[in-house]
Nanobody
Framework: QVQLVESGGGLAQAGGSLRLSCAAS????????MAWYRQAPGKQRELVAS???????DYADSVKGRFSISRDDAKSTVYLQMNSLKPEDTAAYYC????????????WGQGTQVTVSS
């Protein structure tokens, strides 16, 4: 019912920045908790950051202070501003949406690759 399309991935140098975008369609964006996950080759997917409808955010310790998640409900879009990138940030980044009132209603984007070189 909800489609998520990520964009903004690419190649960056260590210390550089990228901004990921996730555009949602198909339902009321404002009632979903949004998040970014990432998965590196050979590793399991991990939560990077999340943002609730009210704006409350949470971050993985590994990205705290470097990444910032935000949302624009009018545009049904969530962003991940990635600063001070490190090679270990290299991964496929996935947008995720979950209905606030349900743990069983959730959606995944197709992913966008982020590669950080030294």
């Amino acid at each position: 019912q909800v489609q998520l399309v990520e964009s903004g991935g690419g190649l960056a140098q260590a210390g550089g920045s990228l901004r990921l975008s996730c555009a949602a369609s198909g339902s009321r964006f404002s009632i979903y908790t949004m998040a970014w996950y990432r998965q590196a080759p050979g590793k399991q997917r991990e939560l990077v950051a999340s943002i609730a409808p009210g704006g409350r955010t949470d971050y993985a310790d590994s990205v705290k202070g470097r990444f910032s998640i935000s949302r624009d409900d009018a545009k049904s879009t969530v962003y991940l501003q990635m600063n001070s990138l490190k090679p270990e940030d290299t991964a496929a980044y996935y947008c995720y949406a979950r209905l606030v009132v349900s743990t069983s209603v959730y959606y995944w984007g197709q992913g966008t690759q982020v590669t950080v070189s030294s």
